[in-house]
């Protein structure tokens, strides 16, 4: 599991930048929830990862962490 947290330097209407490509990779299911307003570490959501193979999943946690960014506008 990955938290999605506020980056810092943001506050406002939250975006989650690149959630598109994350949605991409097998196995991952982002659950966001709902707050409108993000400010830095603020725990908007969190992404899971499902695979049977470990590493393979640990791997695609550390990927999904370097692509999805919230943000806001």
């Known amino acids: 599991?990955?938290?999605?947290?506020g980056a810092e330097g943001y506050s406002g209407?939250?975006?989650y930048e690149n959630i598109?490509?994350?949605?991409?990779i097998n196995g991952v299911t982002p659950h966001i929830y709902g707050k409108k307003l993000t400010k830095p570490f603020r725990k908007m959501g969190h992404v899971t990862?499902?695979?049977?193979?470990?590493n393979i999943a640990r791997n695609i946690a550390q990927e999904v962490k370097e692509i999805i960014k919230v943000i806001s506008k």
């Open 1 to 5: 599991m990955v938290n999605l947290v």
């Open 13 to 15: 209407p939250v975006v």
């Open 49 to 54: 990862i499902v695979n049977e193979d470990i």
């Open 20 to 24: 598109a490509e994350i949605l991409k």
